[in-house]
């Protein structure tokens, strides 16, 4: 069973939203290879409009580049990244997304695949805390984020 495979079988009726790149960094990478209908259903792009191509096409005028860096030299380091962006579904709407990217590590020990798992969220009233993350909280609250 290949990766692409074990991750089909996975996340396909998993509710939070899952997408799994090339490890190729450099633009127009990283390249999907795979999304699952929770994915497709948040970003309202048809899985074939979605692999083959960079999951930056999700990305626009209000994507914070800092985070986008972050994410990068994370991803670079071979490490994985936590973080919030703001990401545009196929209709041009914006809307909050939790991020968990994960590095998949081939037998040399250097990234051969990038796992996300994603969700939208929205800011929770009131004053934020000192963690970032309880600023938000999930919009479908089946689809958890691993720990």
Known sequence: MTLEE???????TCP??????????????PTVRY?????CAMT????DELVGRSPRLLQ???TNALILRKCSRALKAGEGFHGYLTNYRKSGEDYI?????RPVAG????????????REVRRRRGRPAADPGSRY???DKRAVMPP
Request: aromatic letters at 12%; a negative charge.
């Open 6 to 12: 074990l991750v089909r079988a996975f996340a396909e």
């Open 16 to 29: 939070t939203a899952v997408c799994l790149t090339d490890a190729d960094l450099e633009r127009p990478g």
């Open 35 to 39: 999304v699952n209908p929770a994915f």
């Open 44 to 47: 309202a792009f048809a899985a």
């Open 60 to 62: 626009g005028k209000g």
């Open 97 to 101: 997304c939790e991020i968990d990217v």
């Open 107 to 118: 037998d040399d020990g250097r990234p051969r695949f990038f796992i996300a798992f994603e």
């Open 137 to 139: 909280e999930p919009v």
